[in-house]
């Protein structure tokens, strides 16, 4: 087997706002060595409808619905790679593999003597198919299988690709759900922390759909929630959630923090006008912050953080940012490419395609301190290529 080669990350996140695809050269077959570089990168936003559709399925679908979901995800995960190809000149019969973390529909991370229960859809037979190349799918479910949280995955790649000598690093993604990768200043390996921080943009995204009747997808530039009063009452309130104050290893999602619990919300504090609407997407976007300030607070060693680096959709968005640098005070938080060493919204596609590398080259990938899982497990399932490539 080549030691390197092109590789494909296909990541559609909890914040259901598209399809992200990366090609990456990987050099080398040593994790703690390897050389890395972007070739190219796109994102395809979803169509309302589609994202509807996801977002249906997510909330109430049957087995029909998750099936012709599975089907469509795959081939709409082949068309946005197939476009990036295009995109950047080079031919599927180039990739030596594609890894696709697929769209979670479930995940129920494990409690004190049980086995925890994870489910992606996206097709990875359906778009090995399309493009004709090998595609690694389904990692989560070895970590879950040997007692983990099979989440988050992606601190396994962010200390190969992003850790930085002499510095003491914590990326912060916020899509739907937030979470954290700490890689301590010199550390190996086993020194990388990670875990979900909570909620990121879900809750607000869904408040500004509510509150516009479905013409706003999210807070556009935070624009609502710059306008709104944060209600202090309200905000302590959602903090006394008890995932807050558990312990890593920890993981959470929609089921959690989605969908119904801002329907719950909503149904309590009845807002009835414009004003109202962005007093409640303020309080939610502080919710974020100051949640991920308390996980740092309460989880990660005092001192040892030398920056923080924002990415994922919440990097978008001035006021949370704003509100997490609040919280944050007197920590550095930026974000952006230089800052990252990677545009920040290919990073965990560019991870996922960094753990397709790994499953062809039989290296464990998950983190067992991050996750909880009983050891290192070699992560994801391959599915070879064959058929044609989409147009």
């Keep these: ?26 050099r080398g077959s040593d994790p703690s060595s390897v ?49 990036l190809l295009e995109q950047v000149g080079v031919d599927a019969a180039e990739v030596t593999a594609v890894g696709s973390h697929g769209q979670t529909v479930w995940h129920e991370p494990r409690v004190a003597g049980g086995t925890g229960a994870t489910f992606q859809l996206g097709g990875p037979a359906y778009l090995a198919e399309a493009i004709g190349r090998p595609v690694v799918g389904d990692f989560r479910s070895r970590d879950v299988a040997a007692g983990g949280q099979g989440a988050p995955l992606v601190p396994w790649a962010d200390w190969v ?16 759900m937030a979470n954290v990768t700490f890689i301590p200043r010199d550390c190996d390996l086993a020194g990388v922390r990670g875990f979900d921080t909570g909620p990121g943009v879900a809750l607000i995204d869904r ?36 995932f807050f104050v558990e312990a890593p290893p920890k993981s959470t999602g929609r089921e959690r923090f989605g969908d119904r619990r801002l329907d719950e919300i ?55 940012v704003g509100a997490i640098q609040g919280a944050l005070a007197p920590l550095r938080v930026e974000t952006g490419a230089e800052a990252l060493g990677i545009d920040p919204d ?12 790994a499953r062809l080259h039989d290296v464990p990938a998950n983190v067992p301190a991050v996750t909880g899982a009983r050891g290192p497990r070699v992560l994801g399932s391959v599915h070879a290529g064959g058929g044609r490539r989409v147009a």
């Design 1 to 26: 087997m080549t030691t390197g080669g092109l590789f494909g990350g296909i990541m559609s996140g909890t914040s259901l706002d598209g399809v992200d695809a990366v090609l990456l050269e990987v």
């Design 35 to 83: 050389d890395w570089s972007v070739v190219g990168f796109a994102t395809t936003p979803y169509a309302p409808d589609e994202r509807a559709r996801i977002r249906s399925a997510i909330a109430t679908g049957g087995a029909r619905d998750l099936a012709l979901m599975d089907r469509d995800l795959g081939l709409w995960f082949a068309g946005a790679f197939s476009a």
């Design 161 to 176: 690709m992003l850790r930085r000598p002499g510095r003491g690093r914590a990326l912060q993604n916020i899509g739907g």
């Design 207 to 242: 408040a500004a759909q509510l509150a516009s009747e479905g013409v706003e997808a999210w807070d556009a530039n935070g624009r609502r929630a710059a306008r709104g009063t944060v209600k202090e009452a309200l905000l302590a309130d959602l903090l006394d959630d008890p």
């Design 266 to 320: 909503v149904r309590s504090e009845r807002p009835d006008s414009e004003r109202a609407w962005d007093d409640l997407i303020a309080t939610l976007t502080h919710l974020t912050a100051r949640s991920i300030a308390r996980s740092y607070e309460r989880f990660l060693p005092a001192g040892a953080i030398d920056e923080v680096v924002i990415t994922g959709g919440g990097a978008l968005n001035p006021s949370l």
């Design 346 to 357: 290919a990073r965990e596609a560019a991870a996922f395609a960094l753990l397709a590398w």
